[in-house]
């Protein structure tokens, strides 16, 4: 096992790895811009190194600087968490050429997953069901007509190098394809540095759901189950749940099966999440595979008792899974909410400032990951994740019942949050009886919600139950 880890991130996921790392006896460095200086990963960690100013392209994404604090700190290893630099081929290429052990993937996974276009194919090769669209990347206009007119209406177009909803467009027809090729190209090219889109079949009503799977350089891979990520607003995770309500056994197994099989096959290592879009028939098709932890990861550690950053660090430092298929069992039901500093209120306008009070919740089946102290200055620099409250009951309904009590006890200030709405989520009939897709949170907020009366969400205020009214759509 390793002696010294640097933690490249900063947050809720620095403060979960640190954890982990001092669990297994392991001494952490954290690497942290100027803003997060007074941070609580810093004051959690062994050692702590700034690597730059605020603005994270010169410092959580600056390679030179963090492998540099990685070797000046006698690091063995980086731990790159998730977002910035965890899915960045050339990091994991730098630190295998100077002896420093990166904790995911080797650079050659994580190159042939970068392109998502190239993954489509790799894992249809390995046996995954993809979708019909285009296997390499389309750079213009006229070649993005030529591949839709093959594949049809209605598509996506994707951005081939990354995620994170950045350069996804749906296309209803050709007009709708001319006016968001080029906005989809421009948002690609100043997300990931890449231009290149390619084209997939539009699946209308569908599932986002994600298996989670643990592979080790020796080729043992198992699965824990599954997650459901289909409550996004513009293509942003809000809420997910383990397992996914309303799942056929048949198909969740097959799912599952079919994922560690073929993350195996080609060469995967560490921790990653296989995403599929699941189809009103029930029939799955392979989307992309996240190289990394997931932010949603604790719901799947809560349901399966299974460590997820610990096993990163055992594989990296080049343990064997101790454990087969035979050993994971998923017991029970998971919620997870996003509490992100934006105002519902205000179109979700993300918010920073100083944090006055900070009072989790807690109780029986609540976890709460959260970077958040009393007196905390939260940068503008970086997104708005504040913490990420997770509840587990016996069933689904257990669940949902203590995530509400959790959201109710929840008091934070200085900042609004998407506590009201997440409430008034957690009560929405369409929810509770698990029938709700990719569109049905935005059909919410745009009164497309057929089962509302007036096509509105009522928001209540952080403060509780009994606060301030309004309304978002309609």
């Not at 605020?54 to 006698?74: F, Q, R, T």
């Not at 790159?80 to 965890?86: K, M, R």
């Not at 080797?106 to 979708?131: N, Y």
């Not at 990520?229 to 099966?257: F, N, T, W, Y």
Request: proline residues 5%; aromatic residues 6%.
């Amino acid at each position: 096992m390793f002696r010294k880890v640097l933690v490249a991130n900063r947050g809720e996921i620095a403060v979960r790895i640190i954890r982990a790392c001092r669990e297994l006896g392991i001494q952490t460095v954290v690497a942290h811009s100027e803003a997060d200086r007074h941070s609580l990963p810093v004051y959690l960690a062994d050692e702590a190194v700034c690597i730059g100013p605020g603005p994270s392209d010169k410092s959580y994404l600056n390679i030179a600087n963090v492998v540099s604090a990685a070797l000046v700190s006698g690091s063995e290893a980086i731990h790159p968490g998730y977002g910035f630099l965890s899915e960045n081929s050339y990091l994991a290429e730098v630190c295998e050429q100077c002896g420093i052990v990166f904790v995911g993937p080797p650079s050659r996974v994580i190159e042939r997953f970068s392109d998502k276009a190239a993954a489509r194919e790799l894992m249809r090769s390995a046996g995954l069901p993809v979708l019909p669209g285009v296997d390499r990347p389309v750079y213009t206009l006229e070649a993005a007509q030529k591949a839709a007119a093959t594949m049809g209406f209605p598509l996506m177009i994707k951005a081939c190098a990354g995620g994170g909803g950045r350069g996804l467009r749906a296309v209803m027809d050709d007009a709708d394809l001319a006016r968001s090729f080029a906005v989809a190209q421009r948002e690609a090219q100043t997300a990931f540095g890449e231009g290149g889109l390619y084209l997939e079949a539009l699946v209308q009503g569908a599932r986002h759901v994600e298996v989670q799977v643990l592979v080790d350089r020796y080729g043992n891979a198992v699965h824990l189950g599954e997650r459901d990520c289909s409550l996004q607003r513009r293509h942003q995770k809000i809420l997910e749940e383990c397992p996914s309500p309303g799942l056929d056994p048949e198909v969740r197994r097959a799912m599952g099966e079919s994922a560690a099989a073929a993350a195996a096959a080609v060469g995967y290592e560490g921790a990653g999440t296989v995403e599929f879009l699941l189809d009103q028939t029930g029939r799955y098709h392979f989307i992309e595979v996240n190289a990394r932890i997931q932010v949603e990861h604790p719901i799947s550690e809560v349901t399966t008792g299974i460590d997820l950053v610990k096993w990163q660090l055992r594989i990296a430092a080049g343990e064997p899974l101790g454990f087969d298929q035979t050993a994971v069992s998923v017991r029970g039901h998971a919620i997870e909410c996003r509490i992100n500093a934006e105002d519902p209120m205000q179109g979700f306008a993300p918010q920073s400032g100083l944090i006055g009070s900070y009072m989790p919740p807690g109780g029986p089946g609540i976890r709460v990951d959260s970077h958040l102290f009393s007196g905390y200055m939260m940068p503008p620099y970086y997104d708005s994740l504040l913490a990420k409250v997770i509840a587990w009951g016996n069933d689904r309904l257990e669940a949902v019942a203590r995530m509400r009590r959790a959201l109710e006890e929840f008091r934070t200030s200085g900042v609004s949050t998407n506590i009201p709405f997440h409430l008034q989520l957690l009560a929405n009939r369409r929810f509770l009886e698990g029938r709700y897709d990719t569109d049905f949170v935005e059909r919410i907020l745009e009164g497309r919600d057929g089962e509302d009366l007036d096509g509105s969400v009522m928001l209540v205020s952080a403060a509780g139950p009994n606060g301030r009214r309004g309304r978002v759509g309609g």
